[in-house]
């Protein structure tokens, strides 16, 4: 059984190999995928920040912390893959979701909330977003999907 825990801002993990992650651009020569971590709360995306660069190759991550702040981040760094939380100031992650997809349809989103219900995945299926991931279940599901994702990029 995987098992999280959040401590004094550090993600303690066990049951995770590293995944693949890597893709080539046009000269051949390996390139890093982006990850846009989109939560309210820093110590959640400094722990979900370390997990993803230490489980995935050739990942870097960077941080918004909230809906706004991640549309005007995603508009300058173009990420691979977004991973948003759905209670934040300014802008939820439903409402950033939105207008990412309407915007730039082509980058994955994915959903990391601790408001998991069957109406939550139903309303983020709406938006665009493709999967909703508990921050109660475990992370072995977000990382995998991340680095299928990521690896779809390639």
Do not use: W
């Not at 982006?34 to 660069?53: G, Q, S």
């Amino acid at each position: 059984m995987n098992h999280v825990l959040i401590e004094q801002g550090e993600l303690f993990h066990s049951g995770v190999s590293p995944l693949p992650a890597l893709r080539l651009g046009s000269s051949g020569d390996a390139e890093m995928s982006t990850v846009l971590i989109v939560d309210a709360f820093p110590a959640v995306r400094k722990a979900l920040r370390r997990l993803l660069e230490r489980q995935l190759c050739s990942v870097a991550c960077i941080e918004a912390a909230n809906g706004l702040n991640a549309i005007a981040k995603t508009e300058v760094s173009r990420p691979d893959l977004i991973i948003l939380d759905l209670c934040m100031p300014e802008m939820n992650g439903f409402e950033a979701a939105r207008v990412l997809r309407e915007t730039m349809p082509q980058i994955p989103i994915l959903m990391f909330t601790s408001h998991d219900s069957p109406a939550v995945e139903s309303k983020a299926a709406s938006v665009g977003i493709r999967a909703v991931f508990s921050k109660y279940a475990g992370i072995t599901a977000l990382v995998a999907q991340a680095s299928a994702l990521l690896s779809a990029c390639s």
